[in-house]
């Protein structure tokens, strides 16, 4: 049988790798990356053959009991399988990937590294992420990667498609502020679709990533994403990464009005208003306070003559 699943962690003579649900140890072999997927039988898990049909044995019991739960007759009514609505990164040096469904259900654990690994309970899967995020965040803590002066990135990223997608942002945004709050340092970062998806294809977190893209921007690099500056993100600490984006942030220059520069206005706008501009070509200027002849003392009107004669009107006297 043929599987597909990630590499959580490689050892000396074999590798963890999450299938399924499942982690599995397989036989090493050259070119395994950490956090890359690989194919391999049953040929290449490396157990023995009564741990391995015990394992095949407890799969098919739980395949059937969800058979069983998703049958008409069950608790549940027919489904199709879950689809990822949205993606979350938790980086606390250790990093990971959890994907929700629309209802903010756990349908995806990822860990980005062979630490994270540890620290998660495949019963999380089916869970709501509001809890999911408290025992993750809780066993952080008791491994020492929270501490007093704790740094947190929370990233996220909605499907494009997604429906209601402006509504489910929202709601993550509110959920992530919880995790985010119960630490002394910490950022909550929106990340784009298509960011996101270039995240997963180098292995890298969604906050992470974002940083990287946000730095790249900053700079004006013309090639974002390059593989050593990825590999300089995915290996610093996250206190570090913070401050970097606080220092950047600092120095960033404070430009016009988001819009101005595209809606300049009128153009006397950058002269001042049309009566404190000074006047334009060669003006004839007489001597302060005396006007220089009759017309333009009566500011170019011409004076009120005698009135003339209406016929039908009598004249006034």
Do not use: C
């Not at 036989?27 to 049909?53: C, H, N, Q």
């Not at 997608?165 to 945004?173: F, G, I, K, N, V």
């Not at 404070?254 to 206005?265: A, F, K, R, S, T």
Request: glycine share 10%.
């Amino acid at each position: 049988m043929l599987y597909k699943g990630r590499i959580v962690k490689i050892r000396h003579r074999d590798a963890v790798v999450l299938s399924d649900g499942l982690y599995r140890k397989v036989r090493r072999k050259p070119g395994m990356d950490l956090a890359g997927e690989i194919y391999f039988t049953d040929e290449d898990i490396a157990v023995s053959r009564s741990g391995r049909t015990a394992i095949l044995a407890a799969a098919a019991i739980v395949l059937l009991f969800l058979g069983s739960m998703l049958s008409p007759a069950g608790l549940f009514s027919p489904a199709s399988p879950a689809v990822a609505a949205a993606w979350i990164s938790v980086d606390a040096n250790p990093s990971l990937e959890i994907e929700v469904a629309a209802d903010l259900t756990v349908i995806g654990l990822r860990p980005l590294d062979e630490r994270t690994g540890d620290l998660l309970d495949p019963a999380w899967n089916g869970r709501p992420l509001p809890e999911v995020l408290d025992q993750f965040i809780g066993r952080l803590r008791e491994a020492g990667y929270l501490g007093d002066d704790a740094a947190l990135l929370l990233g996220y990223s909605v499907r494009e498609d997604a429906e209601e997608s402006e509504d489910l942002a929202r709601q993550l945004e509110g959920v992530l502020e919880g995790p985010a709050q119960a630490v002394s340092r910490s950022l909550v970062l929106p990340v784009l679709p298509e960011k996101a998806a270039a995240a997963r294809e180098r292995g890298l977190s969604l906050g992470r990533y974002g940083l990287l893209t946000e730095e790249e921007t900053d700079q004006g690099d013309e090639e974002p994403g390059i593989p050593p500056r990825v590999e300089e993100f995915r290996n610093a600490r996250v206190g570090e990464l913070l401050a970097r984006r606080d220092e950047r942030l600092a120095g960033r220059p404070q430009g016009p009005p988001h819009g101005e520069e595209d809606h300049p206005g009128p153009p006397w706008l950058d002269n001042g208003s049309p009566a404190d501009r000074e006047p334009e070509g060669d003006v004839p200027v007489g001597e302060p306070g005396e006007p220089e002849d009759e017309e333009e003392r009566n500011h170019g009107l011409t004076p009120p003559g005698p009135p003339e004669d209406v016929p039908g009107r009598k004249p006034e006297r």
